[in-house]
T-cell receptor
Framework: KAGVTQTPRYLIKTRGQQVTLSCSPI?????VSWYQQTPGQGLQFLFE???????NKGNFPGRFSGRQFSNSRSEMNVSTLELGDSALYLCASSLGWGFNTEAFFGQGTRLTVV | DQQVKQNSPSLSVQEGRISILNCDYT??????FLWYKKYPAEGPTFLISISSIKDKNEDGRFTVFLNKSAKHLSLHIVPSQPGDSAVYFC???????????????FGQGTILTVHP
């Protein structure tokens, strides 16, 4: 079955702009989580959506937001981009219910803010 | 406050030998642990996981050991192959009400290099 799909793979944006990233989870998975990876901070949890509701949130400013649609696809939005937002943004999908459920990651979106 | 720590930034091993990657955690609420392998500019690939009710889980060349009292887990790769060269991340999650939430806390990663 198809894996986690993230689009686009690469983005270059200017400071102050906003950006929207998309994630299509594995079929049947209802949980989508977003992570930011930077060289200095490693993999940091942004937020998790389950059944169109935000279920968990990490320690990121309000400029980072997301949503999930009824088909479990998710989007992440970053407004008023800063240079420090340059990172690899990863989306992970999992069943979202039950114990011991693995998260499977997409290829990521490489965002560069100039 | 780093709740999951991988204290070795890198590890170099000869092909055919054992690779042992270590991970420590501080949050006693963590009850599910995972190891991921990652290549640059790609998403992490799931390798193996272990629940806190077990102390060992094996899958082919990969074995994960969990020592709850020490809050320590390790990944053993035997035998190591050059294709195993990558960054390895351990991750932990805490369940609530019998559900594993999709929030993983990652360590900083260990770069494994397997020499032919």
């Amino acid at each position: 079955k198809a894996g986690v799909t993230q689009t686009p793979r690469y983005l270059i944006k200017t400071r102050g702009q906003q950006v929207t990233l998309s994630c299509s989870p594995i079929s049947g998975h209802r949980s989508v989580s977003w992570y930011q990876q930077t060289p200095g901070q490693g993999l940091q949890f942004l937020f998790e959506y389950f059944s169109e509701t935000q279920r968990n949130k990490g320690n990121f400013p309000g400029r980072f937001s997301g949503r999930q649609f009824s088909n479990s696809r998710s989007e992440m939005n970053v407004s008023t981009l800063e240079l420090g937002d340059s990172a690899l943004y990863l989306c992970a999908s999992s069943l979202g219910w039950g114990f011991n459920t693995e998260a499977f990651f997409g290829q990521g979106t490489r965002l560069t803010v100039v | 406050d780093q709740q999951v720590k991988q204290n070795s930034p890198s590890l170099s091993v000869q092909e055919g030998r054992i690779s042992i990657l270590n991970c420590d955690y501080t949050n006693s609420m963590f009850d599910y642990f995972l190891w991921y392998k990652k290549y640059p500019a790609e998403g992490p690939t799931f390798l193996i996981s272990i629940s806190s009710i077990k102390d060992k889980n094996e899958d082919g060349r990969f074995t994960v050991f969990l020592n709850k009292s020490a809050k320590h887990l390790s990944l053993h790769i035997v035998p190591s192959q050059p294709g195993d060269s990558a960054v390895y991340f351990c991750a932990a999650s805490a369940s609530a009400g019998g559900t594993s939430y999709g929030k993983l806390t990652f360590g900083q990663g260990t770069i494994l290099t397997v020499h032919p």
